[in-house]
C-alpha cells in the first residue's frame, strides 16, 4: 500500500492534542511497519520531531494557512507521489479529492449548538472551517475514525451514518508518563513546591474554566492545607474576568500560570501533582487522564461525554456543572488517606489498558481492510 498520512502541524514548537495523536500514530507504525510505503505531509516548521526510515517518507509542503493547505496543496502533491489512501488526522479533508479518503473524526463539538460564546478569534476561526468542511466530505469518507465509543454513537446518530463507515480506535498516551519520582529537578521551572493541584483550563468553553475555579475558591475556603493551583497555558485577563465577575478573589495568591508545559515536562508536573482536575463539560476521549493515571495522580474528572468511559467505573466522576461537587471530591482526597491511595493504584492499573501500539495495531488493519475494499 502507498499510504499518505496528513500531519501538517506536527513540527510546530508548541503542539496540541490532535498534532500529538498522528505524532505517535506515525512513530508506532514507522516501528511496526516495513513493508508499506508512508507519505507523511507536514507543514515546516522549527521542531523536526519525525524522520525519514526507508518507507516512511517526510513530505513538506509550503504555507500555514490551513484551508488552502488542505483543500489546494495536500491532493495536489499527494496525487503527484501517488498515494492510494489518504488519512486525513484533524477533522477535516479536502473536499475536491479523488484518492479514497480515510478521517479521523476526533467529535462533532463544531456542529452542536454553543452554550457559550468563545472570544478566541483562532478556535472560532476554526470552528467556521470545520462547520463548512466536514458536511461536504463525510459521504467521500471511506471510513470515519473516531477515538471513543461515546463519540462513535454520537456521529452515527446526529449526521446519520451506517455503523460500518465509523470506524472507533482508542488513543493512546506515551510510554515517558510514569511515576517520576525525582520530578523536582523539573516541575520546579513551573511551581516552588510538591503537592498543587493541576489543571489545563484553557478559553474553549468546553473546558469548563470559570466553574472549576470556583469549585477551587470553595475549596480554599474548606481546606485547612490550601493547595495552590497550577494552570497552564491560560490567558491573564479572560482569568481576571473570571474572578472579577464571581467575586473569588482569595484564589488569586494561589494560582501559577507558567504559560506552555512542554510535554516532556508533562510526567514531572503531573508527579508532584496532589490531584488532577479534568472537569470539561465535553471530551471526545481525553488523553491527560490517562497520562495522570500513569503517574500515579488521583484525577477528578466529569461524568459527561467519553470521560466515565476512559476513565473507568471506579474513577472519580462529578458533574461538571456543580462546583459543589468539585469541591468536595477535592476535599475528600485531601482528608482520607485511604481513598487517596485507592484512586493512585486504580488509576495506575486504568491506564495500563490504553498504548499507542495498540492504536496503531487497530490503524494499520483498518488501512488494509479499505485498501482491499478499493481493489474490488
Not at 489546494?72 to 496525487?79: E, F, M, R
Not at 457559550?116 to 483562532?122: A, G, M, R, V
Not at 471511506?142 to 482508542?170: C, D, H, W
Amino acid at each position: 500500500m502507498r499510504i499518505g498520512i496528513e500531519a501538517q502541524r506536527i513540527f510546530r514548537k508548541n503542539k496540541h492534542g490532535m498534532d500529538y495523536v498522528v505524532l505517535q500514530e506515525i512513530i508506532e507504525l514507522q516501528k511496526m511497519d516495513h513493508r508499506n510505503e508512508y507519505y507523511i505531509f507536514v507543514a515546516p516548521g522549527p521542531d523536526r520531531c519525525l524522520e525519514d526510515t526507508s518507507n516512511v517518507h517526510i513530505i513538506e509542503i509550503e504555507g500555514n494557512f490551513y484551508p488552502t493547505w488542505e483543500q489546494l496543496s495536500l491532493p495536489k502533491v499527494a496525487n503527484e507521489v501517488g498515494v492510494e489512501l489518504l488519512h486525513c488526522t484533524s477533522n477535516t479533508a479536502p473536499i475536491r479529492c479523488d484518492i479514497p479518503l480515510i478521517l479521523t473524526l476526533h467529535d462533532i463539538i463544531f456542529l452542536e449548538p454553543r452554550d457559550k460564546q468563545n472570544k478566541s478569534l483562532y478556535q472560532n476561526l476554526g470552528w467556521f472551517y470545520r462547520r463548512m468542511v466536514v458536511p461536504r466530505i463525510l459521504k467521500k469518507c471511506r471510513r470515519i475514525i473516531t477515538v471513543s465509543e461515546f463519540e462513535q454513537n454520537n456521529i452515527i446518530s446526529k449526521l446519520g451514518l451506517p455503523r460500518k463507515q465509523v470506524a472507533m480506535i482508542y488513543n493512546g498516551y506515551n510510554n515517558w508518563f510514569r511515576p517520576m519520582e525525582d520530578a523536582d529537578c523539573v516541575f520546579a521551572k513551573y511551581m516552588a513546591e510538591r503537592g498543587y493541584l493541576f489543571f489545563l483550563g484553557n478559553t474553549d468553553p468546553k473546558k469548563n474554566t470559570e466553574r472549576t475555579l470556583i469549585a477551587y475558591s470553595k475549596y480554599l475556603e474548606r481546606s485547612s492545607v490550601k493547595r495552590k493551583l497550577l494552570m497552564a497555558d491560560l490567558d491573564r485577563h479572560y482569568l481576571n474576568d473570571i474572578i472579577e465577575r464571581n467575586h473569588i478573589e482569595n484564589i488569586l495568591s494561589h494560582i501559577e500560570m507558567p504559560g506552555y508545559i512542554v510535554n516532556t515536562d508533562l510526567p514531572y508536573v503531573y508527579s508532584a501533582a496532589f490531584a488532577f482536575l479534568y472537569t470539561s463539560l465535553r471530551e471526545s476521549f481525553g488523553i491527560p487522564l490517562l497520562e495522570a493515571m500513569a503517574c500515579g495522580t488521583p484525577v477528578v474528572t466529569s461524568d459527561t461525554s467519553s470521560m466515565p468511559e476512559i476513565a473507568g467505573p471506579d474513577a472519580i466522576l462529578v458533574n461538571p456543572e456543580s462546583a459543589d461537587e468539585i469541591c468536595e471530591q477535592l476535599l475528600r482526597l485531601e482528608n482520607v488517606k485511604a481513598f487517596y491511595h485507592q484512586q493512585v493504584e486504580m488509576g495506575l492499573q486504568r491506564a495500563k489498558l490504553f498504548s499507542w501500539k495498540y492504536t496503531a495495531d487497530q490503524l494499520l488493519s483498518l488501512y488494509e481492510t479499505v485498501w482491499r475494499e478499493t481493489r474490488h
